[in-house]
């Protein structure tokens, strides 16, 4: 009795290799001299737990979800800087400067509190706050980009 289709084998196959792909891939050079620079992380640990969220060691998971959120934050950043150019150009630059600063009190008050909640106060609450500061990060830059582009 056959198991499975060769299409379906060829699919699984696929998305291994895809998830060896993305594990394997090196990390943001850039990100990883900001990350060390900011923190007392070296630079080898965040290369060596770039993509170590799921390893079950608290410490490296914090090294890769904080390296996870300053990738989105850099991409921000980028888009951000993108917008506000745009802003300026059609005169409401004062209101998207204003927007972007609520926002990040937002996102830092929201992923505050999820962290506390999700985590009780416990060792995890770093993951939960920087997982969460992924998430916000990414529909912001979802959002900014949509208003570049209209």
Do not use: F
């Not at 009795?1 to 196959?13: H, I, Y």
């Amino acid at each position: 009795m056959k198991t499975s289709s060769p299409l379906l084998q060829l699919l699984g196959l696929a998305l291994l290799l895809a998830a060896t792909a993305r594990a394997s891939a090196a990390p943001d050079e850039t990100v990883v001299r900001e990350m060390a620079r900011q923190t007392n992380i070296s630079a080898e640990v965040i290369r060596r737990d770039h993509d170590a969220c799921d390893s079950g060691v608290t410490m490296s998971m914090k090294v890769c979800a904080s390296y996870r959120w300053r990738v989105q934050d850099a991409r921000l950043n980028a888009v951000y800087k993108q917008a506000r150019s745009k802003a300026h150009e059609m005169g409401y630059e004062a209101s998207l400067v204003k927007a972007q600063r609520a926002w990040v009190a937002y996102r830092d008050a929201v992923c505050a509190n999820e962290g506390e909640m999700g985590a009780g106060g416990g060792t995890a609450q770093g993951l939960y706050e920087l997982s969460c500061m992924e998430g916000l990060t990414k529909d912001r830059i979802n959002r900014i980009d949509a208003m570049l582009h209209s």
